[in-house]
């Protein structure tokens, strides 16, 4: 009698749970109860599980693999039975490949040293912000050949064929999960300050120059911030960049460049760099709509205003509307996303998120194995029974704990995948869509252009940025270009260092 995948997965992480549960009282099961689960005995009787049975995918394929995106020991007891279960199904479909675990906390410092001594885990985990370096230094392995054997090199989407990519066509990586910056909306402040249009949707605003205009009216009408700007560590500058590329930051502008003798060359003082800065400032001290400790409010410092009702608008992706909303109380009803506002040089929105790399020495059987073990824990874009009970039981605990359920943003050019994607999205709906439509097409449409974000050490040109804003809304009689200046200086020194040498 055969199983589905996802029932053996299932089979094998209770097995486990219970395994832990008879050694130590505190493990795994015990974190299930307090949440109110049902038994964990309940979900497979175990004379089921003995009549398991699952193909072999591939006999021949011998290759050892190491795999840095497996949970730390310190992960609960849940989380590792389940990576524990995944590992016997990839014995059984590949019984000639050996898993390596490997709890790898990525971060371009740690790697390096690793990549270059052959030490790094032959799967890692790099935000977007990376693999331009990583490809440009050779530290990570050309895996095209891997991806088109199995299968799934024509289903990129062409944004993330260009973040992981070189400029021969040749790729490096495949997306784990993607966003598109845009605006978390606080609805019921909009409503408090009389900004409810005729259908009772909010007045957002499609520019940057109506964010300032509209945060002045919720300031006035309902005493809170009209925007949250987490102007603390890096986050000011992240977003900094999002709002200088629309007023004109790239191209000839680009805030990161090469000269003609192929040096790195930082590029603050730009004439759009120095309207955004304007920008910034007139938001605090025009406009006056920003929260009052931006200074030291954090990223998640920055969901919680807006979920708690301390500010109506707050720069943010569709990754993270489950901190306003589940994290923080607003009800989903409350809640809306869209598009990053236009200014005066374009409409461009960063895209970004995580992607999983290979270490160079990875070879292509171990690629190959690796492909197999993604496919099993369900992010490559095979659409069967067990990738639609996988998406299904994602969206109905979303639902369930009032996180809005929305269509993913699409991390690959597959039409079954995005179309069965789209369809358990609808399925489990708790919103409005005519709350999120607008960014969701504001990328497909062409209204607004994805862009990924700078080449090189963007935390630390994000922290040097984040310092010019804290001055020029901590003073304000400071000067932008002398802090933008400084900022650049201090920026330039660290390429000059690190990669101009």
Not at 45 to 68: H, N
Not at 162 to 171: H, K, T, V, Y
Not at 298 to 305: F, K, P, R, V
Request: proline share 7%.
């Amino acid at each position: 009698m055969k199983k589905s995948l996802l029932f053996m997965v299932v089979a094998i992480f209770i097995l486990l749970l219970l395994t832990a549960c008879g050694d130590n009282d505190n493990t795994g099961s015990g974190s299930i109860a307090s949440e109110g689960s049902a038994p964990v005995t309940t979900a497979a009787p175990p004379e089921e599980i003995e009549d398991i049975s699952i193909d072999v995918v591939d006999p021949y394929l011998t290759a050892t693999i190491t795999l840095g995106n497996w949970p730390p020991d310190t992960a609960p007891g849940a989380e590792l039975a389940l990576f524990e279960g995944f590992r016997e199904i990839m014995r059984a479909q590949y019984p000639n490949v050996t898993v390596v675990p490997a709890f790898f906390s990525y971060t371009l410092a740690n790697y390096l040293p690793m990549a270059r001594g052959g030490t790094a885990p032959n799967l890692f985990q790099p935000p977007f912000t990376d693999p331009p370096l990583l490809i440009s230094q050779g530290l990570v392995a050309d895996v095209t050949d891997a991806l088109a054997e199995f299968g799934i090199l024509d289903k990129f989407s062409p944004s993330y064929i260009e973040l992981l990519g070189d400029e021969n066509g040749r790729i490096f990586g495949l997306p784990r999960d993607g966003y598109v910056l845009g605006m978390h909306i606080n609805i019921d402040l909009f409503e408090e300050a009389g900004l409810i249009d005729e259908d009772g949707l909010p007045m957002v605003p499609r520019t940057l120059q109506e964010v300032a205009e509209t945060g002045r009216i919720i300031r006035e009408e309902t005493g809170r911030a009209g925007l949250v700007f987490p102007a603390s560590e890096t986050f000011g500058g992240w977003l900094f960049t999002n709002i200088a590329w629309n007023f004109g930051a790239t191209g000839e502008n680009a805030i990161q460049s090469q000269d003609e003798n192929g040096r790195w060359v930082a590029n603050f003082t730009s004439e759009p760099m120095i309207e955004a800065m304007y920008y910034i400032r007139a938001l605090r001290w025009e406009y006056d709509i920003l929260n009052a400790d931006a200074t030291t409010t954090d990223w998640a410092g920055s969901h919680n205003i807006l979920g708690t009702g301390q500010a109506a608008m707050n720069f943010a992706a569709n990754d993270s509307v489950a901190e306003p909303t589940a994290g923080r109380g607003l009800p989903v009803e409350s809640f809306a996303l869209i598009p990053f506002p236009a200014g005066p040089g374009g409409a461009y929105a960063l895209t970004g998120g995580t992607a999983f790399m290979f270490s160079p020495d990875t070879n292509h059987d171990q690629a190959m194995a690796v492909l197999g073990f993604l496919r099993i824990i369900g992010v490559l874009p095979f659409v069967d029974d067990d990738t639609v009970a996988a998406m299904r039981a994602g969206a109905s605990a979303a639902r369930d704990r009032g996180v809005p359920v929305l269509p993913p943003v699409p991390a690959w050019n597959d039409d079954e995948f995005i179309a069965t994607q789209r369809a358990v999205a609808d399925e489990f709906s708790n919103v409005d869509m005519r709350l999120f439509d607008d960014f969701f097409n504001s990328f497909t449409d062409g209204t607004i252009t994805l862009r990924g974000e700078e080449p090189l050490f963007t935390q630390q040109m994000y922290r040097e940025l984040t310092a010019a804003i804290q001055r020029i809304i901590t003073r304000e009689n400071a000067d932008v270009l002398t802090a933008l200046q400084q900022a650049q200086d201090r920026f330039q020194e660290f390429l000059d260092d690190e990669v101009n040498r």
